[in-house]
Structure formats: C-alpha cells, structure tokens
C-alpha cells in the first residue's frame, strides 16, 4: 500500500512539471535563440515589423494594380472623384522628365506609412533614378474580401522651404552646361513657333528655370525685349537691368514674377547665334532661388 501511494505522488509530481510554462529568459546557455532574436530584430524595419495579414493583402493588391491588373482593386466614388482629373498612377524619371506607368520602372514596393496608408516606390530601367511617388494612398479590405481605394492625397510639402528642399535634394547635371535638383520637374522639347526656337524648363511650383540652346542671329541683338518669349507661355513684361556686354538681364514677366536671364553667343561659324537660360521666379522667393541665380550668372 505505501508503495503505491509513493507511486501515485511520484505521477503527480511529473504531471505538474509537464504543465509548467516554458521559462522565457534568455541566458549564455542559450546563445542560439539570442542570436535569433536578435536577427529578427535588425533584419525588418519599422514598418514591416508592424505589418498585418491584412496590409500584405493591400500591399499586393496595390502593387498588381499598380503592374497592370486593373481587377486587383476597386476604387469608391470619393477616390474616383478625387482622380478625375488626374493620371496617377505614374512615374517620372528626372533626367528624361516623361511621364510613364509604373509598370515600365522596376523594383516596384508598396510600403505602409501609417494605419491604412500606402506609397510606391520604383527605379528607372534606364537612369536608377528612383522614384518615390507623391501621393499617399489610403486603403482597405472592404466586407466583400476586394481591396478598395478610399482616396489618393497630393503629399503637402509646404512644411519645408524652397531652399531646405534644395540641400536635400540630388543634383544632375542637365547636359546643358548647368546642374539641376531633382525636385524640380522637367520638359521635352517645346517648339515655339513664333519665336521661333526650342525651349526647355525644368519647374517647381512658381520656380521655373529656361534653357533655350539655340535661337537664331535675330536674337544677338534684339532679345530680349518687351512681349519677347522667356517660356512657350512666359513673356517679357518688361526689362529693368541690361549689363553693359549685353549678356545679363532682369525684369518683369507678364505673371508678374521676376526673370533674370544670361544670353551666351555661339560663335565659330559664318553667322553668331544664342543661347540663353533663364530663371523665372515669384519676387517673394527671392532668397530661396539665390542659388539658381548663381546658377544663371555662372552659366
């Protein structure tokens, strides 16, 4: 008899160790899951240590949307409303400046960057330029299981001046004898008839800088002058300063912002022509374009 109530406690004994909880610290005797953890840890960033089930389904949903499948998600009447006049999604490469869709760049991600929101982000095949768009998406699993789109936001950047944005940014050079930052968005080719001559421009906002590489003999001496072109829509308002050697102006545009231009001749041949860049700008940004306006006088 006393063996089998030693025996019976013996059991019980071994029962209550099997249902104890598993001893959760982690001691020099368990190098293996530190090393674990601690991968775990550095190996994902914020965000996608945040993730759930459901923003993984958003993110592919999004990003197929955005490869080409255009059943991948659904948009509400407010999204439709807010893109009526839009043609995101798209993409831009800063050197080039078309406008592309996504699918045409590579390393396409779709991250979330709060409760609900996402971005994308790609590469241009040809430059590696990246790109990051500048919109915020805002999205959601909808009772029927399909992803909806509930709205597509301009991202504010108003936050920031002109001349922050400037440090930030990636310089290039413009193949035109002048570097420029990525923030600011270029043109193709403009032919303007009237002038008649090509013009390039690279803008942000108000801010817009000119180039045009050749215009003809006419302009060696007579531009620029009142009602002359300085964009395909920009005139001259008026001029307030003409250096001496005639190769720096300023003034008024017909917008009322300042320009300030530099004509370069191009000599060498039978006949001189010119080239000018010019920088257009509202007159309260004055000491944010300062390093444009060395830009344009360096040139």
């Known amino acids: 008899m006393k063996q089998q109530i030693l025996l019976i406690s013996v059991l019980i004994l071994l029962v209550g160790c099997g249902s104890k909880p598993a001893n959760n610290t982690y001691t020099p005797d368990q190098p293996e899951i530190l090393d674990s953890m601690i991968t775990s840890e550095i190996s994902t960033g914020p965000t996608e240590a945040t993730l759930d089930d459901d923003d993984e389904v958003v993110l592919n949903a999004i990003r197929d949307f955005l490869l080409g499948n255009t059943e991948a998600i659904r948009f509400t009447e407010r999204a439709k409303q807010s893109l009526s006049e839009s043609t995101w999604p798209e993409v831009q490469c800063s050197v080039e400046g078309v406008l592309d869709s996504p699918a045409s760049f590579k390393d396409l991600t779709v991250k979330c960057v709060g409760a609900g929101l996402y971005k994308y982000e790609c590469t241009c095949p040809d430059h590696g330029d990246h790109y990051i768009d500048c919109c915020t998406i805002s999205a959601h699993i909808a009772r029927d299981g399909v992803v909806e789109i509930e709205d597509v936001t301009w991202d504010d950047s108003s936050s920031e001046s002109f001349s922050a944005l400037l440090?930030?940014?990636?310089?290039?050079?413009?193949?035109?004898?002048?570097?420029?930052?990525?923030?600011?968005?270029?043109?193709?080719?403009?032919?303007?008839?009237?002038?008649?001559?090509?013009?390039?421009?690279?803008?942000?906002e108000d801010i817009c800088l000119a180039c045009w590489p050749m215009l003809g003999a006419w302009a060696v001496t007579d531009y620029p002058a009142t009602d002359s072109y300085l964009t395909e829509e920009v005139k001259v308002n008026s001029i307030t300063y003409s250096s001496g050697d005639g190769t720096l102006f300023s003034g008024y545009t017909s917008d009322g912002r300042v320009w300030y231009m530099k004509k370069r001749f191009l000599e060498g041949g039978e006949v001189v022509h010119a080239k000018v860049l010019v920088l257009i700008y509202p007159k309260e940004m004055q000491s944010d374009v300062e390093r444009f306006i060395g830009i344009v006088k360096g040139w």
């Open 167 to 204: 440090e930030k940014a990636t310089w290039y050079d413009s193949e035109y004898g002048f570097t420029l930052p990525n923030i600011m968005t270029p043109s193709t080719e403009i032919w303007v008839e009237e002038v008649p001559g090509s013009v390039y421009r690279w803008t942000y």
